[in-house]
């Protein structure tokens, strides 16, 4: 995947540019970023996950050393993943008619629709991102969210259907909370 380039140049170049004596432990440095970048996040939202967003962007190593750009490049990232693995679970769960009455059948058709959809919107967000269109990039994101809010609302249109994506597009929703907090975060006040 060719965004990873771009991962690695932020990391190099933060080793590069770290302006205090704290460089000589880039580990404990970036540990300290993403826990203060999630718990800003939190802070300013109700709703934001804190634990998920410490969680999930520690588990990519490259975040281990990284700056504010490269971390929402990570949650980018992963929201991406997050989304095609979710489009190859549609496929198959669309393979297995018995398994699922009309209307969630239905429902299922839609949120391959959505995020076959929402794969591109990431892709353009990364693109709006790398070349400092802030807001397009949010914009983007913020479609995405609203993709897996349909999905999810979908199969909630009729009494006692459970959805069966209801985790993946609860994850989706929140690498992209992460996202748009971080680069929020950017384009506003740096968290010191
Ligand atoms: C960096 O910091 C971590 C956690 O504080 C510590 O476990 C580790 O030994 C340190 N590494 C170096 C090279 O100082
Ligand atoms: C994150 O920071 C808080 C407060 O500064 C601290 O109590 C907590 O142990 C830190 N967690 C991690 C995973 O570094
Ligand atoms: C989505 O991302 C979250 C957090 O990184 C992870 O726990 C989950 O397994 C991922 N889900 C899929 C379908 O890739
Ligand atoms: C189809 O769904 C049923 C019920 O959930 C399950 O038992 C079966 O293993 C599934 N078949 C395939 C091919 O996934």
Redesign the pocket.
């Given at each position: 995947m060719r965004h990873f380039s771009y991962f690695l140049s932020f990391c190099l170049f933060n080793f590069l540019v770290i302006p205090h004596g704290k460089s000589s432990n880039t580990s404990a440095v970036c540990v300290d970023i993403i826990n203060q970048t999630c718990k800003t996040c939190a802070d300013e939202s109700a709703s934001f996950n804190y634990n998920f967003c410490l969680t999930?962007l520690q588990?990519v190593p490259v975040s281990h050393a990284t700056n504010l750009q490269g971390l929402a490049l990570v949650a980018m990232e992963?929201a991406l993943?997050?989304a095609s693995?979710?489009v190859s679970?549609i496929k198959e769960l669309l393979t297995n008619t018995t398994s699922f009455d009309p209307f969630a059948f239905a429902c299922l058709e839609d949120c391959m629709e959505l995020y076959l959809g929402a794969v591109l919107t990431i892709v353009d967000s990364v693109g709006a991102f790398l070349s400092e269109h802030y807001i397009n990039a949010k914009l983007w994101l913020s479609l995405v969210v609203e993709s897996a809010t349909t999905c999810e609302e979908g199969f909630a249109e009729k009494k006692g259907e459970v959805s069966p994506l209801t985790k993946?597009n609860h994850?989706l929703i929140q690498?992209c909370n992460t996202a748009l907090c971080i680069i929020h975060l950017l384009t506003h006040a740096i968290p010191s």
């Open positions: 999930s588990t992963l993943q997050n693995n979710t679970s993946k994850d690498l």
